[in-house]
């Protein structure tokens, strides 16, 4: 039997995630002939990374890449390929766990009486490896890890209620409903008699005689609660309605509780006012998974509410928690403004509640974890040695132009892909990593001396950017050879058999129009499914961290990851990790490297023939770089910046100019190409997300963070999931992928 080809377009995670699992068996080659297609010089997509030769071969990234301790297809994926490429014990990143650290502090900044306060959260390290974990929770199991947090900013309150002299009881039921309730709650948790002390006889009593007071010692409710979820865990009982009518009417009073003993403190005691806000969202989210039948109809049923609008439609403090430092945080995180304008934050509730409930609650090891080199060799350098050591090829410098399709009306298929050749190599196969300290690494730029001589020439001397969409490299090449770039054409049934379309949702409209024009959901997908632009800087610092002045080092020593800032840039993460996988010179190399980004402000994106259209927004980012510092960064790095100030100095800089000239050996970029911007989860979209094979083409797979998957957001995770559901429709594996039922309806 002929063997089936398959080729990819893009290199991104999801059509990298495809190639590795399609790859699994070890008589792969038997079915398929795999031929990956990618633009300019390397692999990675939005998460790419590249090593400078002239700066120390330093680190140069998209922006901010960290993997959460809840991405379980991730670590589970990754893992797989460290342990089947066996990297010999000597080699830098030898294994997944040299790759990855677990990192457990997270800064929040909080803009009280318009200045700035930091909160600082150490997250609690879960004992576990995350690609052991689960992503499938049934809605009792969410309900106790929620509550099991909800338990502690609850008991915390409660000691700070002790030291004010606050009340400590919840009122009891009044109607003879909510009497019916309690005595639904009682009756469950009766069988709790194991350890009878005088506080559950004094809880038994208020309920069963005067029910003044429901209790008197909240820790005894929280515990009998425990109990509940406990029960409810196990029997999965969703038929009985009473069950969560019961938690909504505790939930109810809780609220009621910390409303009535702490409201009047929010303004003037952090301490409570971020115990408060904690609890407060708990609650919310609990109220909210009841209240609106999450368990009966799924989260997708709440997608039509941005998620700060949900949160306030069940009882969360307008003033204190709906737009607090952790709800910020989380829109940060997922760059949700439309348009990249902070005054425009749009997520789905129900795509919001589960990723935060997942990444707070599913999380083993760190709630997140930092990778020890850049994303690229991290991530995808790995990945490329397997799939070459695999035997699956690779054809770089092949610019996608367009997708064709069959013109038969009773059949739908893609007959043809256009690609543009933008380099002629001097030998056939491209070598695109680097040495960089004993580590496979991915370059900043293409390997010039394996380019024609000629064309290298012209594309230094221009300065070209292959991987850019507003890339000038066509018209200086017709100028300078009288020709237009050549193009290869890619033909169904000699070529190729199936296509899986790795690249992201915004290049539809330029690469699949004509698809487009024959699909009416994928069309619908383009239009609905959108994707922001990202602004990304980093700085390598001749200053420690200690020395700009950051006062908020934990016990741990861990360097903070920072969100919920001032716009432009709402995110500050110090990675130091990353200096001894660098190589700079004996003497001038950096003592603190500084990692930021945020959304970019960009509604209308001009076409390809605009080549001027990146420099510019580069310069955009510059600005905003440098107003950023000068500025907003005084209240974290008050040792090198006062308002309207910044020490210059601090930035190593291997010209040695003085003052602010010095920024220009720092880097910066904007990720405004369409296969360069993160996709959103805007209000009402997730509906229009496909699986991977629901377009009309029967041999046409689609990949990526923004096609129907169990988390339907712009993330490393979602791009995994993806890729195994691409490779699965193709040849069945892997046959389970966890989480990818998240928005659907609980089964007992």
């Not at 049923?301 to 969360?316: E, P, S, V, Y």
């Not at 060799?377 to 040695?385: A, L, M």
């Not at 690609?419 to 695109?432: A, R």
């Not at 383009?526 to 001749?542: G, Y």
Request: aromatic share 12%; charged share 25%.
């Amino acid at each position: 039997m002929a063997k089936e080809k398959i080729v990819i377009l893009g290199g991104g995670v999801s059509a990298m995630t495809a190639a590795v699992y399609l790859t699994d068996d070890e008589n792969w080659q038997d079915k398929y002939d795999i031929t990956v297609y990618q633009q300019g010089w390397r692999i990675g997509g939005k998460g790419a990374s590249g090593r400078n030769p002239y700066l120390g071969q330093r680190i140069e990234e998209h922006g901010l890449h960290v993997w959460f301790g809840a991405y379980v297809n991730s670590f589970k994926t990754i893992q797989a390929v460290y342990e089947k490429l066996g990297r010999p014990d000597s080699m830098p990143l030898a294994t997944w766990q040299e790759a990855f650290k677990p990192h457990s502090y997270v800064v929040l900044q909080e803009l009280i009486d318009n200045e700035w306060q930091t909160w600082p959260v150490d997250f609690p390290e879960i004992p576990g490896n995350p690609a052991d974990g689960t992503l499938d929770l049934h809605f009792w199991e969410i309900a106790r890890l929620l509550y099991f947090w909800l338990k502690k900013f609850i008991s915390d309150l409660e000691h700070k209620a002790d030291s004010l002299n606050k009340k400590r009881d919840i009122h009891a039921p009044e109607s003879d409903e909510e009497q019916s309730v309690f005595a639904h709650f009682i009756d469950e948790v009766k069988e709790k008699v194991d350890d009878i002390k005088e506080e559950w006889q004094e809880f038994k009593e208020d309920a069963e005689h005067s029910l003044e007071h429901f209790s008197k010692h909240i820790q005894v409710t929280l515990s009998e609660l425990s109990y509940f979820f406990d029960k409810r865990v196990s029997d999965k009982n969703l038929s009985n309605h009473k069950h969560p009518t019961a938690i909504q009417w505790l939930v109810r009073r809780f609220k009621r509780w910390i409303n009535e003993e702490f409201e009047d403190l929010l303004e003037d005691n952090s301490d409570i006012r971020r115990l408060y806000i904690c609890a407060d969202l708990a609650l919310a989210m609990m109220e909210g998974l009841i209240e609106d039948k999450v368990f009966e109809r799924g989260f997708g049923a709440i997608n039509n509410l941005d998620f700060r609008a949900w949160l306030l439609k069940h009882g969360a403090n307008a003033k204190f928690s709906v737009n607090s430092a952790p709800v910020r945080g989380f829109y940060d995180l997922v760059f949700a403004y439309e348009n990249g304008d902070f005054n425009k934050p749009n997520i789905e509730a129900g795509v919001a509640a589960l990723a935060m409930l997942r990444l707070s609650l599913c999380y083993h090891g760190g709630v997140m974890w930092k990778m020890q080199a850049g994303m690229g060799d991290t991530i995808f350098s790995p990945i490329y040695e397997l799939l070459i050591k695999r035997g699956v090829k690779f054809n770089y410098f092949h610019q996608v132009s367009e997708l064709t399709p069959n013109k038969d009306e009773d059949s739908h298929y893609v007959e043809s892909i256009r690609l543009t050749q933008q380099v002629n190599l001097k030998t056939g196969d491209y070598k695109p990593l680097v040495d960089v300290k004993g580590l496979p690494c991915w370059p900043s730029f293409p390997l010039y001396d394996q380019i024609d001589d000629e064309q290298a020439a012209l594309l230094k001397l221009h300065n070209i950017n292959l991987e850019s969409f507003y890339s000038d490299w066509p018209n200086v090449y017709q100028n300078h050879f009288g020709e237009a770039l050549p193009e290869i054409t890619l033909e169904q049934g000699v070529d190729f058999d199936k296509v899986i379309y790795g690249i992201s949702v915004a290049s539809l409209p330029h690469l699949c129009n004509k698809l487009l024009r024959k699909d009416t959901a994928l069309k619908l997908t383009a239009e609905k499914v959108q994707a922001v632009a990202t602004q990304a800087f980093q700085l390598w610092l001749d200053k420690t961290l200690d020395e700009t002045g950051w006062a908020f080092t934990p016990a741990s020593g861990e360097q903070p990851i920072l969100s919920g800032f001032s716009e432009p840039f709402d995110t500050w993460a110090s990675m130091d990790q990353l200096i001894n996988k660098e190589d700079w010179q004996q003497g001038i190399e950096p003592k603190n490297v500084a990692y930021f980004c945020s959304a970019f402000t960009q509604e209308i994106y001009p076409d390809e023939s605009h080549t001027h259209f990146q420099q510019e927004c580069n310069n955009r980012v510059k600005n905003n770089s440098i107003f950023k510092l000068k500025h907003q960064m005084h209240p974290l790095w008050p040792n090198i910046a006062t308002q309207g100030e910044f020490d210059w100095q601090a930035l190593m800089d291997t010209t040695n100019v003085e003052g602010e000239a010095r920024f220009n050996s720092q880097y910066w970029r904007a990720n405004v190409d369409p296969s360069e911007r993160y996709v959103m989860s805007v209000v009402n979209s997730s509906q229009y997300r496909l699986p991977t094979d629901g377009t009309v083409f029967d041999n046409f797979y689609i990949t990526g963070d923004w096609i129907k998957t169990g988390v339907n957001a712009g993330c490393v995770e979602a791009a995994t999931m993806s890729g195994m559901a691409t490779s699965r429709a193709i040849c069945g594996y892997p046959e389970k992928i966890s989480g990818e039922s998240g928005f659907d309806p609980d089964e007992e």
